[in-house]
């Protein structure tokens, strides 16, 4: 979680020992363990402090903040779903040459402030040698969403979602998109067949 960097382990670990200290555990004393209520409590504390620390100020910083709060809300419900397509959502790729001229903004400054992390080498496309773009969320923030802080898997973001996931001027289709995305993986996964001469809406 906390992307090998000491400052982020210690903020974790004070945030478990203060609540350990005001569950009334004595952590640290008497061999006393520390209950998992309060490292969960303390996680959570942890994750929200640093979705708090690390936001860019001004208007790129609010931009950010909500590109970041709609890709993470994409993750979750497709972890959440029927069928989710990835045991681990944490990880997207995208064609950058699909990207409008703000969402790449959007990705690079959100990068900066470490709330996306690149991962080197990017993703290869199944479908071409295209070599595509690839980020992980920044297991900090993990937590806050209830997504898992280990990467395994990756998302191949269409030009319609990550745009309207990264650019605000898209993003009133979002919901649009990520609803037809979760569709796929939520039961019943076959609907009913196209009312057709012959057919009158036989299931699939």
Same mark, same amino acid.
């Given at each position: 979680?906390?992307?090998?960097?000491?400052?982020?382990?210690?903020?974790?670990?004070?945030?478990?020992?203060?609540?350990?200290?005001?569950?009334? #555990?004595?952590?640290?004393?008497?061999?006393?363990?520390?209950?998992?209520?309060?490292?969960?409590?303390?996680?959570?504390?942890?994750?929200?402090?640093?979705?708090?620390?690390?936001?860019?100020?001004?208007?790129?910083?609010?931009?950010?903040?909500?590109?970041?709060?709609?890709?993470?809300?994409?993750?979750?419900?497709?972890?959440?779903?029927?069928?989710?397509? #990835?045991?681990?959502?944490?990880?997207?790729?995208?064609?950058?040459?699909?990207?409008?001229?703000?969402?790449?903004?959007?990705?690079?400054?959100?990068?900066?402030?470490?709330?996306?992390?690149?991962?080197?080498?990017?993703?290869?496309?199944?479908?071409?040698?295209?070599?595509?773009?690839?980020?992980?969320?920044?297991?900090?923030?993990?937590?806050?969403?209830?997504?898992?802080?280990?990467?395994?898997?990756?998302?191949?973001?269409?030009?319609?979602?990550?745009?309207?996931?990264?650019?605000?001027?898209?993003?009133?289709?979002?919901?649009?998109?990520?609803?037809?995305?979760?569709?796929?993986?939520?039961?019943?996964?076959?609907?009913?067949?196209?009312?057709?001469?012959?057919?009158?809406?036989?299931?699939?």
């Amino acid at each position: 979680m906390s992307a090998a960097l000491p400052r982020h382990l210690l903020v974790i670990l004070k945030h478990i020992y203060d609540w350990s200290a005001f569950n009334g #555990e004595h952590p640290f004393c008497d061999s006393n363990k520390i209950s998992i209520k309060s490292q969960k409590n303390g996680i959570l504390d942890a994750s929200e402090w640093f979705y708090n620390d690390a936001r860019a100020v001004g208007d790129s910083g609010q931009l950010i903040i909500a590109a970041i709060d709609r890709l993470a809300t994409f993750f979750k419900d497709m972890r959440f779903s029927d069928k989710p397509s #990835e045991c681990s959502l944490v990880t997207f790729s995208v064609d950058p040459n699909t990207l409008t001229k703000e969402a790449k903004k959007i990705i690079e400054l959100a990068e900066k402030w470490s709330l996306l992390i690149k991962i080197p080498g990017g993703q290869h496309d199944r479908n071409s040698m295209r070599v595509d773009d690839k980020f992980q969320l920044n297991p900090m923030l993990a937590p806050r969403w209830d997504l898992p802080v280990a990467r395994r898997g990756t998302v191949s973001l269409k030009a319609s979602e990550a745009n309207a996931i990264f650019d605000s001027e898209y993003a009133g289709n979002f919901e649009e998109v990520n609803k037809g995305r979760v569709d796929r993986m939520t039961a019943p996964f076959f609907g009913k067949a196209p009312v057709t001469k012959g057919n009158q809406g036989e299931l699939l």
